[in-house]
């Protein structure tokens, strides 16, 4: 082979790797892929964050009235209650048989005092004729009024023996939930015993306690005034949507001092008994209203360096991070603040990990499939 030839079919396969290296170079990347929506301007509750938790509203301890042999239980350890409803029994013999006493004494007494009456009725006309001395009457009518006062202490043993009998009868003084049993049936009953037979806990509606640290106090004080009625929803962790809207009916008269808080009583109603006595919520007392704020999806908001930040999208489909201020957050939205940012721009709410300040995005409505 000739060197002529040589050289040209180097140059040939020269050519021909320098065509297939252009073929094989990399295209531009394409724009990164983010979820957008616009942001919306609506009228904002603004909450203070706090952790409660839910408490009865009393607790009722359950003892006897009267002494004696407990005969039987209507309820069972854990169950729920009515107001009213006969929940255990005493025996209830030995003050029937008081009550029945009473009630014969009184009639003794009554026919006493009859007698009495017509003594003095009798004799009334001939002490005017002098036919019985002064004396003798007036002990006829002294009889009288002690018949009369015999019969009116009759009368109220009779009310205290019927007492003493109803109190044979425990019946639940509210309606809420029975704890365990300290005392069983066939036990003897003693009005001092310091051991209850059982505890009420009433469920609906229930008591939420909180605490705020003396500057948030200061701040709801200065918008709310002194009243005790300041609004407030509270929600499990568990169920951060189940809201359960409140009004404190108590908040202490002094800052705690070793903790620098305040402490607070409101009341929720509790129908469902979605609340239990015990369990922590989180809580959040309103302060004011923040007519037409600025409002974005949760996810929307990343912390960075300088504190809170969207990255919103311009007309030419390039990101641009902007810096806001939260006013308060919900499961549905967070309320922002910025001078860089208005009503109706767009904001990428999800991606947001491939995108940089500057960068060209592909932009795709929220829900949008």
Not at 4 to 26: E, F
Not at 87 to 111: F, N, T
Not at 278 to 305: C, D, H, M, Y
Not at 327 to 352: F, K, M, N, P
């Amino acid at each position: 082979m000739s060197k002529h030839l040589y050289l040209i079919l180097i140059i040939a396969v020269c050519t021909s790797n320098l065509v297939g290296c252009r073929k094989k170079s990399k295209a531009p990347p394409s724009p990164p892929k983010v979820t957008v929506a616009k942001i919306q301007k609506q009228d904002v509750p603004i909450y203070i964050d706090s952790i409660g938790q839910a408490i009865g509203m009393s607790t009722v301890y359950v003892r006897p009235q009267v002494a004696g042999k407990l005969i039987k239980s209507h309820i069972e350890q854990g169950d729920m209650v009515k107001e009213g409803e006969v929940i255990y029994e005493i025996d209830p013999r030995p003050y029937q048989a008081i009550l029945d006493e009473a009630i014969a004494q009184l009639a003794h007494d009554e026919a006493l005092l009859k007698y009495a009456q017509q003594t003095v009725d009798r004799y009334k006309i001939v002490v005017e004729q002098d036919y019985v001395s002064v004396l003798a009457f007036e002990q006829y009518q002294s009889t009288l009024e002690a018949a009369k006062a015999q019969v009116e202490l009759d009368k109220a043993a009779i009310t205290a023996a019927k007492i003493n009998v109803d109190f044979c009868s425990i019946v639940a003084p509210v309606t809420g939930k029975i704890s365990y049993f300290n005392v069983f049936v066939g036990n003897i009953l003693a009005i001092d015993d310091p051991n209850q037979i059982t505890t009420i806990l009433p469920l609906s509606p229930i008591d939420i306690i909180f605490s705020l640290p003396q500057a948030q106090f200061e701040l709801i004080r200065a918008i709310q005034g002194t009243s005790n009625g300041w609004r407030f929803v509270a929600a499990l962790p568990e169920h951060p949507k189940q809201l359960f809207e409140g009004t404190t009916y108590f908040f202490d008269n002094q800052i705690n001092q070793n903790t620098g808080t305040i402490l607070f009583k409101g009341r929720v109603g509790n129908d469902q008994l979605s609340l239990w006595p015990g369990e922590f919520l989180r809580i959040k007392v309103l302060q004011n209203l923040a007519p037409n704020a600025l409002t974005v999806p949760p996810s929307s908001v990343l912390i960075g360096r300088d504190g809170p930040y969207i990255y919103t999208v311009d007309h030419d489909g390039k990101a641009a991070a902007q810096n806001v201020t939260v006013l308060t957050r919900t499961e549905e939205y967070i309320a922002i603040q910025s001078d860089a940012v208005h009503e109706g721009d767009t904001v990428i709410v999800d991606g947001q990990i491939n995108v940089a300040p500057g960068l060209l995005v592909n932009a795709i409505a929220k829900n949008t499939p």
